[in-house]
């Protein structure tokens, strides 16, 4: 056995008896504190026999571990992830109560529920030194990523790894361009803030459609095309159907119109990954990608990368631990929020605590791990999303205290990507950006007393509930904790509506952005049509303090766009004009003149006021950090890429729309000799992916 690799064994040993003593040592302390659990016989033994029963029940608990834990996990790979995330627990006491039943002599004893809590500790404690030696040690923590490396190459029978630079696309999604700068300049995000300091990587905004939002830029950049995506839902007369862009079944038909629109597979077709995505962008491999979750059957395992991280219980037991303690902390916040009487402010009770949670921990661990697994694996091109920042901005506000806190923990998630970038087969270029940003300001109904739906209603002379409905909230992680949980995400009754209430307005909300259709006439109304079924519906809606404008048809000039006190201009006579566009930037037309011509606009497209000087609009949703529409920071998010790139865009040349992006990341893959993305006129079907294995990745350590 050479020197090196005799060092690298005799560190493995070393760090196993570390944490095997320290094991037996908590469970020496547990025996001591908890009633229902003894080391001993019941006549009695000395100390060192009773610490040498905790040795053995340890060492057996630990090798069980090993060896059955991924098993027991595989076999319940169907069981929905979040079930699987609790039932972790019961399973580790079970090991447990086994480990215990080899101790000679049957000193070892527990009751069920106490095993379950001694095993949560136990694994905790282990995890947490194996970390802490890992961590502390960096020869330890290179050895321990290139022996990742050397497995992950020996599975693969691959070798050395291609001598070509892969590529990781990391979305920190609703990070705006310049809370990002914000937040660089006061460390709160070293990691960028040093590949920006060290001119490794260059910083570039970039603008969105008018549809600021997840579903719009991400199936652009993936897929090269958001064509006819007006908004996050919408109304589609033809099918009579609500399309909303993170239930499973729309991502699902949206990719494949973008596919049958572009003739490709998108981004991802060639040995590319898809984590975490409302979209596969054509990727071989998928896990946590909405838009294959509405299937069904054996030929489904988008949840496979569940199981490759709950595979190793300690991961299992510390990202539950930091998922109570992510609930506790929103609690404490939202209560604080409440006394302080914090404005504005929205309600942060029900499920959302346990929502922000999965967005923040689990879907941040589990994402951050495949991704890890990718690079041990050397893929050419992956593309993650990670929403935690989305969530807690929409409900804490996008410049919040709370938010901050989340950025920083995204930062460490860099920073641990970049430290396995040095231990993988095949150098990685790793690109950071945002698909939006978001927008400051109290709701439409909190400043106003009534939602969009109840003023829609008024101005169509039906009458308002007194205690309207709210709408529900875009934010993605939803849509993910309703996939792991194998619920359906159809949004209440928007799916199809009665035949008795056609003749009814159809009111959907996209953040500041609404939609307005007439379920009962087949084609997109003209504004003629709409004055005389509803003579004071576009006048109370244009005149409405927190309306910005409207776009409608109209029969004699086409597009053209409402404003307040009658303003009323052709949409093609804007360019260069004041108007109702005015507040919203010099690009503001073109972005509303795209939309016009999508087929499935609404009849009334309603943008909510925006303040230029504050930046704030005012949402249509229950959110006081929003996107979606025109206005402020949420159309202007970033792309962060290493020098070795080539610029973007040239120099005084912005960068506009989705689409674009999607160019750019396909110019810098072939720079890189990686994947060229081909034309694919088959409709390319993404296939599961369960190889990779994130079991040795511990997850990150929330205390901070």
């Keep these: 056995m050479g020197e090196g690799r005799w060092r690298r064994f005799a560190g493995t040993w070393w760090r196993s008896i570390a944490v095997w003593a320290v094991s037996t040592v908590t469970m020496l302390v547990l025996a001591g504190i908890l009633p229902d659990f003894q080391l001993q016989s019941d006549n009695g033994d000395s100390a060192t026999r009773i610490a040498v029963t905790a040795a053995l029940g340890a060492g057996a608990f630990g090798i069980l571990s090993v060896l059955v834990w991924p098993l027991l996990v595989r076999a319940l790979l169907l069981v929905p992830a979040l079930v699987l995330g609790l039932v972790v627990f019961f399973l580790n006491g079970g090991l447990l109560l086994f480990a215990l039943a080899l101790v000679p ?19 905790a404690v282990a995890s947490a030194t194996g970390g802490a030696l890992a961590v502390r040690d960096d020869d330890a923590y290179r050895r321990r990523l290139y022996r990742l490396a050397d497995r992950r190459r020996r599975r693969g029978s691959a070798g050395a790894g291609p001598s070509t630079p892969g590529t990781v696309f990391l979305q920190l999604d609703g990070v705006g361009h310049d809370v990002l700068r914000d937040a660089v300049d006061q460390d709160v995000m ?81 040995d590319g990954a898809s984590r975490g995505n409302l979209f596969s962008g054509g990727a071989e491999q998928v896990a946590l990608v909405l838009s294959v979750a509405a299937r069904r059957g054996k030929e489904n395992r988008s949840r496979a990368g569940y199981f490759a991280y709950f595979s190793d219980p300690a991961n299992a037991v510390r990202t539950a631990l930091s998922f109570v303690a992510e609930v506790g902390r ?23 605590p346990f929502i922000r949670a999965f967005a923040t921990v689990v879907e941040r661990d589990v994402v951050v791990a495949a991704v890890i697994g990718d690079m041990l694996a050397g893929r050419s091109a992956v593309y993650a999303d990670l929403v935690a920042y989305d969530e807690v901005a929409h409900h804490s506000g996008p410049v919040s205290r709370d938010a901050e806190k989340v950025l920083a923990r995204l930062d460490r998630s860099l920073a641990l990507l970049a430290k396995v970038a040095e231990h993988a087969p095949r150098p990685y ?114 005149n409405h303090p927190g309306i910005g404008f409207l776009l409608v048809r109209s029969e004699e000039h086409g597009a053209v766009v409402l404003g307040a006190r009658g303003a009323e201009i052709p949409l093609a006579d804007l360019d260069g004009r004041p108007g109702p566009l005015a507040d919203f930037g010099a690009h503001a037309a073109d972005a509303v003149r795209r939309t016009d011509s999508f087929p499935h606009t609404a009849d009334i497209m309603v943008n909510s006021w925006y303040d230029p000087a504050e930046g704030e609009v005012l949402a249509f949703e229950e959110q006081i950090g929003s996107h979606g529409g025109l206005g402020g920071a949420q159309g202007h998010p970033f792309l962060l890429a290493p020098e070795a ?29 990686g994947p060229q993305v081909p034309l694919d006129k088959s409709r390319h079907e993404p296939a599961p992916d369960a190889s990779f294995t994130a079991a040795t990745v511990t997850p990150q350590d929330d205390s901070a």
């Design 105 to 123: 002599d049957g000193r070892g004893e527990a009751n069920p529920e106490t095993a379950v809590v001694v095993a949560a500790v136990m694994s």
């Design 190 to 270: 070293p990691t960028v803030g040093a590949w920006l300091g060290a001119g490794t990587h260059r910083l570039t905004p970039w603008r969105t459609d008018w549809s600021s939002q997840t579903g719009a830029s991400q199936l652009g950049i993936l897929h090269g095309s958001n064509y006819d995506v007006p908004a996050f839902r919408w109304y589609e007369k033809d099918t009579r159907e609500i399309q909303v862009s993170n239930r499973p079944t729309s991502a699902a038909e949206l990719q494949r119109r973008a596919i049958e629109h572009t003739g490709d597979g998108g981004l991802l077709t060639l």
């Design 330 to 352: 929103e609690i404490g916040q939202s209560t604080r929020a409440r006394l302080t009487r914090r404005r504005p402010r929205v309600g942060r009770g029900g499920l959302y």
């Design 429 to 542: 270029r790793i690109v950071v950006l945002s698909d939006h940003g978001q927008s400051p300001g109290e709701t439409f109904r909190a400043r106003y007393g009534l939602g969009l739906q109840d003023l829609v209603r008024a101005g169509c002379g039906l009458p308002v509930p007194r205690r309207a409905r709210r709408t529900h909230s875009g934010a993605e992680a939803r849509a993910a904790v309703r996939a792991a949980l194998r619920r359906p995400v159809e949004e209440g009754d928007e799916k199809h509506r009665p035949a008795s209430r056609r003749s009814e307005p159809i009111v959907l909300a996209s953040g500041n952005l609404g939609l307005v259709s007439f379920p009962d006439v087949p084609h997109r109304m003209s504004k003629e049509e709409i004055d005389a079924r509803h003579p004071a519906l576009l006048t109370t809606l244009a």
């Design 645 to 673: 790139f080539s610029p973007p865009v040239a120099k005084g040349v912005e960068l506009v729309g989705a689409q674009q992006v999607h160019h750019v990341l396909r110019r810098w893959l072939r720079e890189g000799s």
